[in-house]
Nanobody
Framework: EVQLQASGGGLVQAGGSLRLSCAAS????????IAWFRQAPGKGRELVSC????????YYPNSMKGRFAISSDNAKNTVYLQMHSLRPEDTAVYSC???????????????WGQGTLVTVSS
């Protein structure tokens, strides 16, 4: 059974930092790209970052560059999202997704996990 378990969300003040974790199981982790998406209240889901576990390449949409850092621990089958200088507009449910075809901006990832809520207070 494929599982993607996101954790680490919570309440943080503006300007603070938070690290999210995505623990994966049920597929060959090293062969997959793992992405973080977020969905703010009343808005669509958007890509935050993605990492290809086969070669370690990372991808950030232009709007996400600078404050977010994705990393992977292949020994633990876990991908992390380090977030800095958080803003109230970063408030969203953050979810991880996986696909063997690599990183993409689209929502076409084949595996999705449940999200973790990040709330940034002003």
């Amino acid at each position: 059974e494929v599982q993607l378990q996101a954790s680490g969300g919570g309440l943080v003040q503006a300007g603070g930092s938070l690290r999210l974790s995505c623990a994966a199981s049920g597929f060959t982790f090293d062969d997959y790209a793992i992405a973080w998406f977020r969905q703010a209240p009343g808005k669509g889901r958007e890509l935050v970052s993605c990492i290809s576990n086969d070669d370690g390449d990372t991808y950030y949409p232009n709007s996400m560059k600078g404050r977010f850092a994705i990393s992977s621990d292949n020994a633990k089958n876990t991908v992390y999202l380090q977030m800095h200088s958080l803003r109230p507009e970063d408030t969203a449910v953050y979810s991880c997704a996986a696909d063997w075809r690599g990183c993409t901006d689209s929502l076409s990832y084949i595996y999705w996990g449940q999200g973790t809520l990040v709330t940034v207070s002003s």
